[in-house]
């Protein structure tokens, strides 16, 4: 398909035709001047409104919230999402195989992640592939029902990602780094101020990584590129205009994972280097996006603004699929082929109107939306005969763990589409901060949302649509209170849904799930004001969510709708201490239950607690270390693997060798702990201990 490709081109070669209109004008008119400053004045204080849609601190959203800034992302070594949401309060990264992840936070999957606070939610819940952390200026992890950003979703939380924008100074950094299974990273990240009164600049960043991994035969390489350009337009306006292409290749890729649990219950102990995939197998995904937004200041307090985002992907693989049950000796597993071409189109339009208004001798926040995304895929399959639910021979194995020549490829059959589907949804939002008195503020919104699918579920399940349509309100209800100058207590009340895309045993597509979430908390600001520190007291309920039951007599995995209680609470503080430490640390404690009261999603670890904290050196001022640990208490799957209680710890060092150029050392898995991650869906052993070494040189 040549459509994405088009796409990218138009948005470039339109990018740059106004770049060069904007670069010609090099003697600006008196009044540019004047209209100058509110450009700059944008860009230099930017604020996200990922948590509630309204500009606010996070000390005044009554929801937790955690943040990976790009400093922490860059020192820590993250580069990509995966491996950063892996370090945030309350959030567990699920690995379903080497190319698919799902996200879960207070017990259940993340099935919302937006880019600048759009997107549409993903009701399976599986991410492909890692976005690459150079792109984004912050990560943010809201966590509760989202009642206030979307329509759909569920009572686990949203990850917001924010790209980095245009700044008002020219410059940037380059960087290089080498580590361990051959790992090899080029990065460069430029702004550039375009025109002589400062009212249009340009961003360009661009990353690309090749590394072999410890797992056999498995090969990553993955490279983006992002363009953004914002500038005036007339007296009060600003258009913004970016592209990013992903070109994401995996060689040896995992479908599915390690089965370890035997059939006389002991649990297999293999290299944590084992994989099931065969040389042949490839996961390669390319994405290609452009977005243009455009806010216009109808006065001091209000602004009116439209966004539109297009994504365009392609997934093409060749994958080995190992089931069965495990025998003493590891033999007793089967294997199955498949081959696949998929591709996907998102489309997102997005108006409205934000500001502040009088009443009451006092002054309100409101915001009012309209928003309409829509979404295209399709998945072709190669198989015998060209019939889609027609399968390979399932081919014995040699015990496990077996080489990436066990199984020889097959001979594929023709390319048929199998899978195809279609959703759109459609929701009109409002959200006001009221300010009721000067220590009391109330934050309200309401979603009304329209959501219609159709076509076969996204991962060939072939359910029925019963009622294709959904159509709900869903409210939000905040309160707010500073207690002191410096202490705030808040609640707040928000339910959700999520059509499914799971089937029941007759293979009928389950009604949407319902979400509530409720949460009671305490914010404070220590150290003058650098250090804010959470804790959050929260009940999170799943009404009819998916529940995994068996196997159908059409061989199809089919799912039970169960009311799934969370409660539990956490504990979060993160800033400075003192001029040169930064610390992050939170603890989560999670009771999670079904319908008869009795624990439910034992993959899901109880207790979490993590921590982050870094410092210059006294000593010497040149040099800045840093250390984050993350802890989870034991996790089991009933007929699968089991993983006690562990700690992982990653550290590095910094050495700035002059005021341009730093040096940095990673260790990753400080300790080399051999640990089980992936239960939800199998397993597969965490890196042991690995290196990496980087220059950064600011431009």
């Not at 597993?333 to 498949?338: A, E």
């Not at 009088?358 to 926040?365: C, E, I, L, P, V």
């Amino acid at each position: 398909m040549n459509k994405p490709f088009t796409l990218t081109a138009v948005a470039v070669a339109s990018a740059c035709a106004l770049l060069g209109a904007v670069h010609a004008q090099t003697t600006p008119a008196p009044t540019q001047q004047i209209e100058s400053v509110v450009v700059t004045g944008k860009r230099a204080n930017r604020i996200s409104k990922g948590a509630t849609g309204l500009a606010m601190e996070l000390k005044d959203t009554p929801q937790t919230i955690s943040t990976l800034d790009k400093e922490d992302i860059a020192n820590f070594g993250l580069t990509g999402s995966n491996e950063a949401l892996a370090l945030a309060t309350g959030i567990n990264v699920e690995l379903w195989e080497t190319n698919r992840a799902t996200f879960n936070a207070r017990g259940f999957d993340i099935q919302l992640t937006q880019l600048d606070g759009l997107g549409m939610s993903n009701s399976w819940g599986t991410v492909v592939g890692r976005e690459d952390t150079f792109v984004f200026d912050k990560i943010e992890l809201i966590r509760g029902a989202n009642g206030l950003l979307t329509g759909v979703g569920n009572a686990s939380g949203t990850i917001n990602y924010v790209r980095k924008r245009p700044t008002n100074e020219d410059g940037g950094e380059a960087n290089i780094a080498f580590g361990s299974w051959g790992k090899k990273r080029i990065g460069l990240d430029y702004n550039k101020v375009l025109s002589d009164d400062g009212a249009w600049a340009a961003r360009l960043v661009v990353a690309h990584e090749d590394k072999d991994s410890y797992l056999r035969d498995l090969k990553d390489q993955r490279t983006t590129v992002y363009g953004v350009v914002d500038g005036q337009i007339g007296r009060n306006g600003v258009l913004t205009v970016g592209v990013t292409a992903t070109d994401s290749k995996q060689d040896g890729a995992m479908w599915g994972s390690l089965t370890l649990r035997r059939s006389d219950g002991t649990q297999a102990d293999l290299p944590v280097g084992s994989s099931t995939a065969q040389k042949y197998n490839y996961w390669n995904v390319e994405s290609r996006s452009a977005f243009i937004e455009y806010a216009h200041r109808l006065s001091d307090d209000w602004e009116a603004k439209v966004t539109y985002n297009n994504r365009q992907g392609k997934e093409s693989t060749k994958l080995f699929y190992v089931y069965g049950t495990l025998n003493p000796d590891n033999t007793g597993l089967i294997g199955q082929h498949y081959r696949s071409e998929g591709d996907t189109n998102n489309q997102t339009l997005d108006v409205n109107l934000s500001g502040r208004f009088s009443a009451f001798g006092r002054k309100h926040d409101l915001l009012v939306g309209l928003n309409r995304s829509e979404e295209e895929l399709s998945t072709d399959t190669y198989v015998p005969g060209g019939d889609c639910l027609a399968g390979y021979a399932n081919p014995s194995l040699p015990a496990q763990p077996f080489g990436g020549d066990a199984v020889p490829e097959p001979t594929w059959g023709q390319r048929t589409t199998c899978t195809t589907g279609e959703q759109s949804l459609t929701r009109l939002y409002v959200a006001s901060r009221l300010q009721l008195t000067d220590a009391f503020k109330a934050i309200l919104g309401v979603n009304a949302m329209r959501h219609v699918r159709g076509g076969q579920s996204r991962y060939g399940s072939g359910g029925k649509l019963l009622d294709p349509k959904t159509q709900e309100v869903s409210p939000y209800v905040g309160f707010t209170y500073d207690i002191t100058p410096d202490v705030l207590g808040y609640v707040s009340y928000s339910d959700i849904f999520l059509p499914q895309e799971q089937a029941d045993i007759n293979g009928d597509l389950l009604a949407p799930v319902k979400g509530i979430n409720t949460e009671v908390g305490v914010k404070a600001e220590w150290l003058n004001k650098s250090l804010l520190t959470t804790f959050a007291l929260f009940t999170a309920k799943q009404e009819g969510l998916a529940t995994y039951a068996g196997v159908n007599a059409a061989g199809q995995w089919w799912y039970k709708p169960v009311n799934v209680e969370s409660k539990g609470f956490e504990i979060e503080a993160t800033g400075r201490l003192g001029k040169d430490a930064k610390i992050t640390t939170g603890y989560t404690r999670l009771i999670l239950t079904g319908d008869d009261g009795k624990d439910i999603y034992e993959w899901v670890p109880r207790n979490t607690f993590n921590v982050r904290v870094d410092s210059g050196v006294p000593a010497l001022p040149a040099l800045r270390v840093g250390i984050a640990a993350r802890w989870q208490s034991d996790v089991s799957k009933a007929f699968g693997p089991s993983q006690g209680a562990y700690v992982k710890a990653d550290a590095f060092a910094a050495y700035s060798l002059n005021d341009r150029a730093t040096l940095r050392v990673n260790v990753n898995n400080l300790f080399d702990k051999k640990a089980v991650g992936g239960l939800q869906s199998g397993a597969i052993y965490i890196p042991p201990r690995h290196y990496s070494v980087s220059l950064s040189y600011k431009l």
